[in-house]
């Protein structure tokens, strides 16, 4: 399966499943972030160590009530540079939020959840690094706040760690990133 085509079927999942999904609590939300990715990977002996110029996410959710509110989503943390080749790193989310409102526009989150994810490894000759692709389950975690403007849109900045099983280990890629967010 092309990559394309996977990232066209997991962005239809998300959307698809937000309307369940707002179905089963007070209110429904869908959100695009964008950012910077920094993988946690091994570098390689005297090679060049870029992280990502840019990475993304979409995502689904429901707000069972005030405080607590479940989310599901597409993250894809595009490749950095490793020891003469690149990681790359992508998956589908499912986290539990809790959030505090700070007021009527503001609030402050967490997220805690779990990642299945599909890395690949590439590296330069020589290089001491564990290449090849693999897929499984990791933790997530994040902290974002938040702030409303009109009835219906949320600026959102977070900064998330998705751990994801590469051919050597789990490795931590952090995400920093800034979204809108529209709530039905």
């Given amino acids: 399966m092309n990559q394309r085509l996977r990232v066209s079927i997991g962005i239809a999942a998300v959307f698809v499943s937000s309307t369940a999904l707002a179905q089963s609590g007070e209110h429904g939300y869908i959100g695009l972030n964008g950012g910077r990715a920094e993988y946690n990977t091994d570098c390689g002996v005297q090679a060049s160590c870029d992280n990502a110029s840019g990475a993304w996410k979409v995502y689904a959710g429901a707000a069972v009530n005030e405080w607590l509110g479940i989310e599901l989503g597409y993250v894809d ?12 790193a992508r998956g589908v ?3 539990l939020i809790g959030q505090v409102p700070l007021g009527d526009m503001f609030h402050i989150y967490g997220k805690l959840g779990t990642t299945y994810g599909r890395t690949d490894v590439s590296a330069a000759a020589g290089q001491p690094v564990a290449t090849g692709d693999d897929k499984g389950f990791g933790a997530t ?4 706040a938040a702030v409303d403007f009109g009835r219906n849109w949320t600026l959102a900045l977070e900064w998330e760690r998705q751990q994801f099983r590469f051919v050597g280990g789990r490795q931590d890629v952090d995400l920093t990133s800034l979204g809108l967010i529209y709530r039905y």
């Fill in 141 to 144: 975690g994040a902290v974002g």
């Fill in 93 to 95: 989310n499912l986290s």
């Fill in 77 to 88: 943390m595009r490749h950095a540079d490793r020891a003469g080749g690149s990681a790359k």
